[in-house]
């Protein structure tokens, strides 16, 4: 088993082990006085992983309850956490009661958003079964839904009491998911690990999924400890995120997924940068060989007076600017305000 300590205002461990999944109810009980649980998922995974989860919680005389969500982007809304309540509210949850999320992103977000927000906070586990959420949202402790307006633009700040990664769960992912997380696992060699990307280049993080998984974790839990709520230094986590985040609103939330919008967006910024001489040549190109050799989308349709109005609308702004992330290199990564007027003008460049 490999523990990832995250020390943040409400410190918690993320352990990573194969076959975790029958254990959490030891988890459970050792991290909390709940008596109820209730396990959230979707009805991708459900139907995979709910029994692993559910059996052992109520061998240990757990009362369990279940909220099961249609699965994808298009469920992650308020209409969806209000069903949430009342799930909540008909099981008499109470303050010392636990929710777990079992899920890839789109689950961990509502199920964290749910806990922060029902009973003004109740503690939750992470299970994540996705590559994207086991490398990157079920850590950190960011939850929320999505408006029309934009992606992710309600939600709190939650941290869980631990996160559970079962690295077997991803056997059962279809293709697309595995292309999906590789996304966001390309990101963090980009913005903190040049040797991180290089071994990306020369092996294949299939078979090395569990290096991959815990490198990604580590990067992660120092940028968050050392900036929870995102004030400077965490902002660099949303490289590619601003454009990617226009690119999924354009598409309606279908045809396109986080992971795959995201390695457009950090390939459009890229080349921004080098055509303003903030990033080194060649960046872009290598970031496009990358994307490319783990079978991520490395274009989009879309036009730059498109992408700059979608993302204006981006949670990232501030004022009448907003905060891009640009790379001086591979694995040196800063960020740069620009004034939301010049943001067509600054990509398209």
């Not at 309600?154 to 079962?166: N, T």
């Not at 998984?213 to 490289?239: A, H, P, Q, W, Y």
């Amino acid at each position: 088993m490999k523990t990832v300590h995250v020390s943040t205002g409400k410190p918690y461990d993320i352990y990573i082990e194969r076959g975790i999944l029958s254990g959490c109810a030891d988890y459970a009980k050792k991290l909390s006085s709940a008596q109820r649980v209730t396990v959230i998922s979707d009805t991708n995974v459900a139907p995979l992983y709910l029994d692993k989860v559910t059996a052992p919680l109520e061998n240990a005389r757990f009362s369990v309850n279940t909220f099961v969500f249609e699965a994808g982007e298009k469920s992650k809304h308020l209409g969806t956490i209000s069903e949430i309540y009342r799930s909540l509210a008909d099981f008499g949850m109470t303050r010392k009661d636990i929710i777990i999320a079992l899920g890839g992103g789109v689950c961990g977000d509502m199920a964290g958003f749910a806990a922060a927000s029902f009973l003004r906070g109740i503690d939750f586990i992470q299970i994540p079964t996705s590559l994207l959420a086991q490398v990157d949202s079920s850590v950190g402790g960011k939850t929320g839904v999505d408006l029309p307006q934009g992606k992710n633009l309600v939600g709190a700040f939650h941290q869980p009491i631990a996160v559970l990664i079962d690295p077997d769960t991803l056997g059962t992912l279809p293709d697309e998911f595995v292309i999906d997380g590789m996304g966001e696992v390309i990101k963090y060699g980009c913005i903190k690990d040049r040797e991180f990307f290089e071994f990306l280049e020369a092996q294949n993080a299939e078979e090395n999924i569990e290096k991959v998984i815990e490198t990604c974790v580590k990067i992660k839990r120092d940028v968050v400890s050392r900036d929870e709520r995102e004030k400077g230094e965490r902002m660099l986590l949303n490289f590619g995120h601003t454009l990617g985040h226009g690119i999924e609103k354009l598409s309606g939330f279908t045809g396109i997924t986080h992971g795959m919008a995201v390695a457009v967006g950090m390939i459009l910024i890229a080349k921004a940068g080098e055509a303003r001489g903030e990033t080194e040549k060649g960046t872009a190109d290598k970031i496009i060989g990358l994307c490319e050799k783990y079978g991520l989308p490395t274009q989009t349709d879309y036009s730059f007076s498109q992408l700059a109005a979608s993302a204006k609308g981006d949670k990232k702004s501030a004022g009448d600017g907003i905060n891009l992330v640009l790379l001086r290199k591979i694995g040196e990564s800063f960020t740069k305000k620009v004034a939301q007027s010049d943001l067509e003008k600054f990509i398209t460049a």
